[in-house]
């Protein structure tokens, strides 16, 4: 793995040439058809959703959509989601579930939008549903951090069987900006809080929060994105075999006391 601090990695995480979920869905899947709504409030472009072929197998993709643009971007809410892209998400996961199709996430937000207006129609709540309804899940899902991953925002789409991340992807509780402004109060912090947050792939692999990292060109996945496909797209492929060969009363199961023992203790010896 590369030698670059955790701050240098939050700043390749954020590159805006760095690919996103429309490269993703273009180099991996064929054949997606996009679905759109949650079927209660309105469309939210800030996640992206739908069917796909995964080398011929039919599947569920979903996540998060930053734009390339300025004018996409400000569609999309520069990738910060409201209540509505995560009902639309779980829709989605549920119609997967139905058709036994396995669920493909693709992480890349700074945050939920944390908007007055998202709070009212519900962003708490419909976060804490797709972490409930993800943990019972009978299908294979598999979660990709192939940016930042902050916050509840992006927790709800990765409560996943395996949960992979780029090298140079960052994936925390929130941004170091946030953890410096209420540490310290002091944003201008934020380098130094980027150490202690412990939110790089090498970080969290040794800790055991996410189960594999896929490797990056020097410098970032955006100076060669074909590379990254090709590793992301072996790494796919070998974990997804290995679930397949579970049942889904296993998966269940497995997922449960993944999640259940992250942070916990180690037992003391007698």
Known sequence: ????????????????????ITDYIGA????????????????????????????????TVIGTRKGKTAEESIRCNFGMPGPE????????MKQAEKFRRPVFTLIDTS????????????QGEAIARNLMEMSR????????????????????????????????????????EGFASILWRDASRHEEACDLMKLTAPD????????????????????????????????????????LKESGPSLLGKRYQKFRKMGAAPKEEA
């Open 1 to 20: 793995m590369s030698k670059l601090t955790a701050a240098e990695r939050v700043a390749v995480a954020r590159h805006p040439q760095r690919p996103n």
């Open 28 to 59: 991996l899947f064929t054949d997606f058809f996009e679905q759109k709504g949650d079927r209660l409030c309105r469309e939210d472009p800030a996640i992206l959703g739908g069917i796909a072929l995964y080398h011929g197998r039919p599947v």
């Open 85 to 92: 892209g995560y009902r639309k998400a779980l829709r989605l």
């Open 111 to 122: 945050g939920a939008y944390p908007g007055l207006e998202a709070e009212a129609r519900g």
């Open 137 to 176: 899940l009978t299908v294979p899902v598999i979660a990709v951090i192939t940016g930042e991953g902050n916050s509840g925002g992006a927790l709800a789409l990765a409560v996943a069987d395996r949960v992979l991340m780029l090298e140079n992807a960052v994936y925390a509780i929130l941004s170091p």
């Open 204 to 243: 969290l692999l040794a800790m055991g929060m996410v189960d594999d990292v896929v490797p990056e060109p020097e410098g970032g996945a955006h100076l060669a994105p074909e590379a990254v496909f090709r590793e992301l797209d072996r790494a796919l492929s070998r974990h997804l075999a290995a679930l």
